[in-house]
């Protein structure tokens, strides 16, 4: 499948009543496209980190009751999972798109990962753009733009809070025309993982 772009249908998925159907429209409109974009991404990343990278499209296997609010395809080195590995994610929400480097409270060795970043705050500061946003929990909607949040405050969060996370990377509004241009879109996500590959080097530091 050539990916041609989001529409707001796919984002419309997200106001389906109901479990089964929600899954079914996630697993119809919006997993196809996840894994065009995700095929292409994933050999950038692999040249970019310059060791192999895997695709993963989220499952929402465990969910029984409540229907996913986000869906989302993740990229990391590790070919069984991606929750407990520092990966690359692009995901949407009802109202709009993200683009993450994240790292979630299941990793293992998330303290190491912390002091790391954290001893190389200044390098970060370097590196992200202040209009780049940073979320503290990836289950939930909002985030803060690099320019309004106290990165050393997050990462000593990060550090000490057993479920605390950090991520960074870009949101997309619904709206925003560039969704529904195929070609513009991936060079765009290109971009902003070639920019965050530096942090995601210093986790592994």
């Known amino acids: 499948m050539e990916f041609k772009g989001f529409t707001q249908?796919?984002?419309?998925?997200?106001?389906?009543?109901?479990?089964e159907e929600r899954m079914e429209a996630?697993?119809?409109?919006?997993?196809p496209k996840f894994k065009a974009i995700g095929d292409i991404l994933t050999d950038d990343l692999s040249a970019m980190v310059g060791s192999e990278m895997f695709l993963h499209i989220a499952k929402h296997a465990r969910r029984t009751v409540n229907a996913p609010k986000d869906?989302?395809?993740a990229i990391a080195g590790n070919k069984r999972g991606y929750k407990q590995h520092p990966h690359f994610q692009v995901g949407l929400f009802d109202?709009?798109?993200?683009?993450?480097?994240?790292?979630?409270?299941?990793?293992?060795?998330?303290?190491?990962?912390?002091?790391?970043?954290?001893?190389?705050?200044?390098?970060?500061?370097?590196?992200?753009?202040?209009?780049?946003?940073?979320?503290?929990?990836?289950?939930?909607?909002?985030?803060?733009?690099v320019a309004?949040?106290?990165l050393k405050e997050s990462l000593i969060r990060f550090r000490?809070?057993?479920?605390?996370?950090?991520?960074?990377?870009?949101?997309?509004?619904?709206?925003?025309?560039i969704l529904q241009d195929g070609d513009?879109?991936?060079?765009?996500?290109?971009?902003?993982?070639?920019?965050?590959?530096?942090?995601?080097r210093l986790a592994y530091s």
């Open 95 to 145: 109202d709009h798109l993200f683009i993450w480097l994240a790292f979630i409270y299941e990793l293992p060795n998330k303290t190491t990962i912390a002091k790391n970043l954290l001893k190389n705050i200044q390098t970060i500061k370097k590196t992200i753009p202040s209009d780049y946003v940073i979320s503290l929990d990836h289950m939930k909607k909002e985030s803060t733009t």
């Open 184 to 200: 513009r879109f991936i060079e765009l996500v290109k971009d902003t993982f070639e920019t965050l590959v530096p942090i995601y």
């Open 9 to 19: 249908n796919d984002f419309n998925t997200f106001h389906i009543d109901g479990l």
């Open 160 to 177: 000490d809070v057993k479920k605390a996370e950090f991520l960074v990377g870009k949101h997309i509004d619904a709206n925003d025309p």
């Open 71 to 73: 869906t989302w395809l």
């Open 26 to 31: 996630i697993q119809q409109r919006i997993q």
């Open 148 to 150: 309004n949040i106290n």
